[in-house]
């Protein structure tokens, strides 16, 4: 059974930066691909992310636009969020989810397993 345990979360002011991991246990990383979400009071969960083993070009929201980078460390079993240029409306829960092999689309439902989730606020 995977497992995922997110960490990184935390308060930062607008402009500035926060690096997410998440760590994968319980099977063979490289079989997995690891979604990233996010979900702020009161709206839907959305998709920040995506990256499988065999991505060359990781999926990113629109809302991105250049400010994050999904990183996948095979050694550790890890995959990381680096988010730079914070800003509020980033605020929410972000949480990390793994599906069985690649990923046809990055969204909620094609993931099957998730973790509890780390709270990023963001200041203005």
């Known amino acids: 059974e995977v497992q995922l345990v997110e960490s990184g979360g935390g308060l930062v002011q607008a402009g500035g930066s926060l690096n997410l991991s998440c760590a994968v246990s319980?099977?063979?990383?490289?079989?997995?691909?690891i979604g990233w979400f996010r979900q702020a009071p009161g709206k839907e969960r959305e998709a920040v992310s995506c990256?499988?083993?065999?991505?060359?070009?990781?999926h990113y929201g629109d809302f991105v636009k250049g400010r994050f980078t999904i990183v996948s460390d095979n050694a550790k079993s890890t995959v990381y969020l680096h988010m730079n240029n914070l800003k509020p409306e980033d605020t929410g829960v972000y949480y990390c989810?793994?599906?069985?092999?690649?990923?046809?689309?990055?969204?909620?439902?094609?993931?099957?397993?998730w973790g509890q989730g780390t709270q990023v606020t963001v200041s203005s």
């Open positions: 319980g099977v063979d990383f490289l079989d997995y691909a």
């Open positions: 989810a793994a599906r069985y092999g690649t990923y046809y689309l990055c969204s909620e439902p094609v993931f099957e397993s």
């Open positions: 990256i499988s083993s065999s991505d060359f070009f990781p």
